[in-house]
């Protein structure tokens, strides 16, 4: 079973989101890799590539504009 790799930015509301995201992904069968902090998103892709997962998923936000 491929793991589905999990990882998010270092905004206040991205852990919340990433521990949706497990929870899902747990609901649904899949084993899950993550980190309990924030990680780049090339990090992230390099951890998918290592633990040759099906799926990496990151989640950060993007600033709209106007916003900081």
């Given amino acids: 079973d491929l793991p589905v790799v999990v990882?998010?930015?270092a905004r206040p509301s991205s852990a919340?989101?990433?521990e949706l995201v497990?929870?899902?992904c747990l609901a649904?069968?899949?084993r899950v890799v993550g980190w309990s902090g924030p990680m780049p998103t090339p990090m992230l892709a390099w951890a998918a590539r290592e633990a040759g997962a099906v799926a990496a998923i990151v989640i950060e936000v993007v600033a709209q504009e106007g916003e900081k």
Avoid: E, L, N, S
Wanted: proline content about 0%; charged content about 15%; overall charge neutral.
């Fill in 22 to 24: 497990v929870g899902v």
């Fill in 16 to 18: 919340g989101f990433a």
């Fill in 28 to 30: 649904a069968g899949r």
């Fill in 7 to 9: 990882g998010h930015d």
